[in-house]
């Protein structure tokens, strides 16, 4: 099975402080060692940099350098699908914006399990089960 990463779990995952960090490390440690494969979007990767360097969110946040370099280490990994929004993809973000009544806080969810549908990813690892719910179409795991 391949699991869609979103940036709340791959942040979580990455930062020690973060309060789900151990059980997000669990989650993906038991998922790839039973050979399950992972998919990543370029915005989770640009969202996840931009979130660990935040002063504001973390007492130690990560250097632009060292956010880079997760980051990119995530995107190289022999185990993730590196995926990306096609023409496909937008047309199930229109129809499910439509669909769903769903507001602008709600856009780039939207994109990503778009994104993850067209790829044929059924499972979304994320810390918030909520942004994906209301699309009635994936099997959200938390830490």
Do not use: Y
């Amino acid at each position: 099975m391949t699991h869609g990463i979103d940036t709340g779990f791959l942040v979580a995952a990455e930062v020690a402080d973060h309060p789900d960090h151990q059980a997000a490390r669990l989650k993906f440690e038991g998922f790839r060692n039973s050979g399950d494969r992972f998919a990543l979007v370029p915005q989770v990767l640009a969202e996840f940099v931009h979130v660990v360097t935040d002063p504001k969110r973390f007492t130690q946040p990560l250097t632009m350098e060292q956010a880079l370099e997760r980051a990119e280490i995530w995107w190289e990994s022999p185990e993730v699908d590196q995926l990306g929004s096609d023409a496909f993809s937008v047309r199930t973000f229109f129809a499910w914006m439509r669909q769903h009544r769903l507001g602008r806080k709600r856009i780039l969810d939207t994109l990503l399990a778009s994104t993850f549908r067209e790829a044929g990813v059924q499972s979304i690892l994320t810390t918030n089960a909520r942004d994906f719910a209301v699309l009635g179409r994936f099997d959200c795991v938390v830490p």
